[in-house]
Every structure is written in C-alpha cells, then in structure tokens.
C-alpha cells in the first residue's frame, strides 16, 4: 500500500462481498471539481481483480443462492434495496456532488428518485414469463424460457454515477444476473458507498454485484473482454461506446450503449414563449450542460428568432453560479479538467467559425463561481448547422442557437446530425407535435417540457447515440435471452431415417 495522505479517505473495493485493495497495491485520487482538490483514495484495479470479480460473478450466477432464489425473493430484494436508498439518500447525493461537482439540488432529487428503478423492476422480477407456442407439429409441447444472460459487465459514467448504476443495475438484478461494476476514475466514491450503505445490508449473496474501480483501458478494456461476461452495458462518450462494442464483439457479447448526442430543441412561433425559454435554459445550463440529452442545438423559428433571443438572455444572464453543495446555486462547475479545457476549445472553435457569442463565452471569474473548472453559460446566435459547434458534442454550458424558416425546415436540420438521443419541440399546435415526434429521428421528443426521464419510459439513442434500451418494461429484455423448449408427447419416436421437417443447414 501507499502511504495515505491523512486529510485523504481511503477506499477499498468490493469483490467476492469482501472489501479488498487492488491487487497492484495503487490507488488514485479523486478530486472535488469545486475546489480542485483530491478528497479520496481509489483503489486501482488491473486486469488480475477484473479476473477475481468477474470469477466471483459467473460463481454466485452459477451455483448458490442467487440462482435457486424464486424470482418474488429476488423482487424482495430489490424492494430491500429501493428502501435502503431512501434512508441514506441524502448522504450519498452529498458524495456524489463532492465527486462530480453537480448541483446538489439536483442529485438530491436524484437520488431521492432512484429508489423507483429499484422498486420498479422489484416488482418486474416476477413478470418475467416465457410462452407456450401453439408449434405446427402434431404431439409436441413447445414453450419458451426466459433466462439471464448471466454475468453483466457494466461501465458508468461520472455525470450521474448512482442513477446510471441503476438504470443497468436494477433490471440485471431482476433479471436473476449478477454483475461486475466500473464506475468511472473521477466518480468512484458514491458506489463504493452505496455498496457498504444498501447492497451489503439488503443481503444479497456474495459476487453477485462487484465492483473494479480504475480507469478505462486498464480496468474496463479487460472488463469487456473477459470471457465470462456475457452483456455488457455501456455509457459513456461515442468514441469509447464504439470501442467497447468492438471488443465485445469479438466474444459475441450482448452489448447496450448509451452514448452522446447533439439535441435539437426546437421552438415554434406558436410555442408559449415563457415555457420554451425556461425549457431552453434548463436544457443547456442544467448539470453545467454536462448531460447526454442537453439540447445543445436550439432551433428557433425565424419569425420569433429576435424576440426570443432576447428573453432567453435575459433569463441566461440571472444564473448564479457558486458552489455546488449550495442549494441556491444553478449552474456549478466542470467536472473533469479535461471536459474544462474540451469546453473552452469548443467555445474558441464557434467563434473561429463564426458563431456570434452574445453571452459568456470563456471560463468564468473564479471570484464569481468562487471554485475551480468554472465556465461562463455561453450563447452563440448565427450557427449554421454544418458548423462543428452544431455537430459535435460539447457536453458543458455552451448553446448553439439555429434559425429555421417552416416545419420542413426544423425536421431537415434537426436530423441532420449523427446523433439521435433526445429532443424537444415547444408548440401549442397537437398536429405539428405528433407530426414532429413521428419524424424526428431520436429515442426521445419531448414537447412542452425537456429532460424528463422515468423508470418506466424507455430511454436509449438512434443512429451513433446507441444501442438497446434503459428503463421501462424493454429494458428488461437486454438482461434476458430465450431458450426454446421442445417436448415430445408422441407414443413413440418414429423412423430414425424419415426426416419430420427440414433440418437447419
Ligand atoms: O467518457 P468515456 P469521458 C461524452 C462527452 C464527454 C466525452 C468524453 O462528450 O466529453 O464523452 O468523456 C470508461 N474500455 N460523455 O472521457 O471515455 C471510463 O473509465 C472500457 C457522454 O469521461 O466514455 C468511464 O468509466 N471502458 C456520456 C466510462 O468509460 C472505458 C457521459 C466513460 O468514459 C474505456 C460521459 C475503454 N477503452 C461522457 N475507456 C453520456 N452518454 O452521458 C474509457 N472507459
């Protein structure tokens, strides 16, 4: 072991239910993206702890408890879960702002709406049913199982690290598999607690959730590969999202990835301006932009172009930025140096484009956000949409404002980006909406609101925004596989020679 600075909190890591050290002795730092400064150890798991987790897991799926448990105890146990959340809430909302450096009112509200995943898919456990298939032979009885996959890789992000953990977990859990968990190297602490805090004390058999802290290539690349996984669940940025699935393919691993986008948020004449405008904002500034449905691309229609820019800055311009574990403040920091710098080269390529930045447009003063990784909202009017500030993913505080001249119009341009993850229309026409959800090519139309999600509304990407879906009765289905069950009834078996029905090639 190294030595540990003392103001620093040492973690262990969770494998096998016992809490252990990496195997290399290492840990890393994580910081709190207000301050700058490291507040905790990680242990840093390689490809050897990788081994004993994802060991553990296809054990405790195999043999044990965990496989012989009806499908009701197991909804129990998620129950159990759901409950535990509740009672420790607020502390964990508490460590993931220190963590990633998020609002937090908002992970407050997160997580006092997270135990609902596990309360959901609590109560799924025992729905999971196969069928009895009306087969077209003569004597035979024929049905289907619906069986877990078995063990489930998963890697999470730093945005919103429990939330995320549980949109995967919860559905696994359901589904009788048992799992091997990476968060990510900035956001590590919050699971590590949530496993001391709710999945140690609501029972659950050792090895069935695990946990690799470490970082991408080193504890995740071997996380894909390794040969009892059997899925793998995903989000994170595109390029790593593609990555991954080409790991996995080489063990034909089941595969879900929710990835980046580029949202369209697209504001008729006929909208309730007020509500578009609040929309807006929460759209973009909400998580310091840092969230996979910011709508980064605000479509306005040309008639109102003028008039809504105006309200829009006018309300931009009252965000007050501060520390993050205040609960009046409304935009926070950056979570990662990196995505500080990635942000601010984004704001120097729109202006190099020639965006017109009509508000922000730089890190803010330090004596403003009073912290570290800060950056001013940013508003750039005059975007085209081929411009890269429109195509590429910021992920932070910085909105592109589009015009569009009719319906036609707004489809042609929203579309026209490589993503398809979320996407708002502000009208108060019912036909228009129903026209524009049908043709916008995204997982997700909001119209009239922006960013809600529910446990039981599906949610995922189209196009290079992902595969598969997370919440919802469907998210069920990427944690299952189907086995096929034929029983004879006939009398006898027949002439071994006299082929029934062609046999598959
Ligand atoms: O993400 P990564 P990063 C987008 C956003 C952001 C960009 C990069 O645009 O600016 O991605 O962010 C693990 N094999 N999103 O670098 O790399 C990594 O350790 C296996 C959108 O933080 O995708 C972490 O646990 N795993 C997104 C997780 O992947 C690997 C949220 C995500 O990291 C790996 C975050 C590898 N080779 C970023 N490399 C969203 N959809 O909400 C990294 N990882």
């Known amino acids: 072991m190294q030595d540990v600075p003392k103001k620093l909190k040492q973690y262990q890591t969770y494998i096998d239910g016992q809490w252990v050290d990496a195997q290399s002795g290492k840990s890393f730092q994580s910081s709190d993206p207000y301050t700058g400064e490291p507040w905790a150890l990680i242990p840093e798991c390689d490809a050897r702890d990788v081994d004993r987790a994802c060991e553990a897991a296809w054990r405790a799926f195999d043999s044990g408890p965990w496989p012989s448990m009806t499908q009701t105890a197991r909804g129990k146990v998620l129950r159990k879960i759901a409950g535990l959340i509740e009672k420790h809430a607020d502390h964990l909302a508490r460590i993931e702002v220190q963590d990633n450096g998020k609002l937090i009112s908002e992970m407050s509200a997160q997580l006092k709406y997270l135990p609902e995943w596990y309360y959901y898919y609590g109560g799924l456990a025992d729905k999971i049913t196969g069928t009895v298939v009306p087969v077209d032979k003569p004597d035979t009885f024929t049905y289907t199982l619906r069986e877990p996959v078995g063990v489930c890789g998963m890697i999470i992000p730093w945005n919103s690290p429990l939330l995320l953990v549980g949109w995967k977990l919860a559905p696994a859990l359901a589904a009788g598999c048992t799992v091997v968990i990476k968060p990510s190297e900035f956001t590590s602490a919050s699971l590590l607690e949530f496993v001391k805090l709710v999945i140690e004390e609501a029972g659950l058999p050792k090895g069935v959730v695990n946990v690799v802290t470490g970082y991408g290539a080193v504890t995740g690349e071997p996380l894909v590969t390794h ?46 301006m007020e509500d578009a405008v609040n929309g807006a904002i929460s759209g973009i500034f909400a998580a310091t932009g840092q969230t996979c449905v910011a709508g ?10 003028d008039r809504f820019v105006e309200k829009l800055l006018a309300t931009a311009r009252t965000a007050k930025l501060g520390n993050p574990m205040s609960f009046d403040t409304q935009v926070g920091p ?23 930045c009509v508000l922000g447009g730089g890190p803010a003063d330090s004596s403003v956000g009073g912290g570290k990784y800060f950056v001013q909202p940013t508003i750039f009017t005059g975007v085209e949409n081929k411009m890269r500030i429109a195509q590429e993913e910021v992920f932070g505080p910085v909105l592109s404002v589009i015009k ?23 009208t108060q026409s019912v036909k228009r909406a129903t026209v524009m959800a049908r043709r916008i090519r995204a997982g997700t139309v909001w119209v009239n609101t922006y960013r809600a999600v529910s446990f039981t509304m599906p949610f995922g ?20 596989q189907t086995k096929s069950v034929w029983i004879s009834t ?14 598959p090639q």
């Not at 980064?296 to 172009?305: A, F, K, T």
């Not at 036609?408 to 579309?415: C, K, S, V």
């Not at 006939?490 to 046999?503: E, H, L, Q, T, Y």
Request: with cysteine; proline share 3%; glycine share 12%.
């Open 404 to 426: 569009f001249k009719d319906e036609e119009d707004a489809i042609r341009i929203a579309n026209d980006v490589i993503y398809g993850l979320g996407s708002g229309v502000w």
């Open 296 to 305: 980064s691309r605000l479509l306005v229609q040309e008639s109102i172009h």
């Open 334 to 356: 950056v979570t990662t140096p990196a995505q500080y710098q990635k942000i601010l080269s984004y704001i120097d390529i729109a202006k190099g484009e020639g965006a017109k």
């Open 461 to 480: 990407g189209y196009k290079s925004s992902g595969l598969g879906r997370e919440n919802g009765q469907e998210a069920i289905n990427e944690y299952l």
């Open 227 to 272: 040969p009892k996984v059997a899925k793998v669940a995903f989000t994170g940025g595109s390029v790593t999202g593609a990555r991954v699935a080409s790991l996995a393919a080489q063990t034909f691993k089941k595969v879900s990835l929710e990835l980046g986008g580029k949202s369209p948020n697209i504001v008729f004449d006929d909208c309730v």
């Open 490 to 503: 006939a009398a006898n078996s027949g002439n071994p020679f006299i082929m029934k029905v062609a046999a």
